[in-house]
C-alpha cells in the first residue's frame, strides 16, 4: 500500500532529457542543483535520462565485482556498488529537500521502493522488496528471483540526489560485465523480458502518478503526448 500523499509537501519539478545524455555531465547538474536546493535557491526535481552503456560504482563497489569492463566505468558518490546503465532504462534522479519533508534516511529509501512499486503495479508486475537485497524484485518462480529496479542514493546537508533506475527495455547481456549491485546467484529483468511491451513515455508516465502518490505534487517541465492523463483515463487497465 503506498503512503498517503502528504498535502504540505513542495511542488517538486518533473523533467525529461531527450536522448542520452553523458554520465559526467547528469553527476555535475545533480550536484548543481543539491547544492542550489540546500541553499534555499531551487526547487527540487525529479530527472528522468537515458545514459550511454556505461558501469558505475558505487562508494561500497568490490573490485572484484567488475567482470569484463566493456563499457567506460564510472566511480560515483552514490551508495551501493556496481550497476549498469544503457538505453531502454530509465534513470530517475531524484533531489529532495528533507529538511522540509521528513529527516529520514531509511524513510527516504522505503518511499523510493513504494514508488517502484506503485509505478510496476500499473503494469500487473508485483515488484518486491527483499530484506537482504536492495532493490525492487520480482518472483519468477522455481526459487528464481530477478532485479527490475536499483537504488542508489547520496544525501549532503539532507538534499538527495542519484536515486533509481527502472529497466524497460534495456540489453540484458549488458549487466553480465558485472555483479550488479554485488548479489550472485540472482538475475536481472526488465518490463520487455517480462512480455510486457512499454514504451519508454508510458513508463515515465506511470512513475510520475505513483511518485505524487508517495512524495506529493509534480509539476512538468517536460510536455509529453503520452502524459500521465492517459493513466488516469485508465489506458493500462
Known sequence: MLPATNPE??????????????YPEAVAAMEERADTIAAGR???????????????AGTSADAADLLDARFPVFNTGRGGQFTYHGPGQRVAYVMLDLKRRKPDV???????????IGALATFGVKGERRADRVGIW??????????????GVRI???????????NVAPDLSHFSGIVPCGVRGHGVTSLADLGIGVS??????????????????????????????????????
Not at 138 to 151: P, S, W
Not at 202 to 223: I, M, N, W, Y
Open 9 to 22: 509537501a513542495p511542488t517538486t519539478e518533473w523533467l525529461i532529457h531527450p536522448g542520452l545524455l553523458p
Open 42 to 56: 531551487g526547487a527540487e526535481r525529479v530527472w528522468l535520462v537515458e545514459h550511454p552503456p556505461i558501469y558505475t
Open 106 to 116: 531509511r524513510a527516504f529509501v522505503r518511499d523510493l521502493e513504494a514508488w517502484l
Open 138 to 151: 520480482v518472483d519468477r518462480g522455481n526459487g528464481r528471483e530477478d532485479k527490475i529496479a536499483a537504488i
Open 156 to 166: 549532503r546537508h539532507w538534499v538527495t540526489y542519484h536515486g533509481v533506475a527502472l
Open 200 to 237: 519508454m513515455a508510458e513508463a515515465d508516465a506511470a512513475l510520475k502518478l505513483s511518485f505524487e502518490k508517495v512524495f506529493g505534487r509534480s509539476a512538468d517541465l517536460s510536455p509529453n503526448p503520452d502524459s500521465a492523463d492517459n493513466l488516469r483515463r485508465g489506458q493500462f487497465n
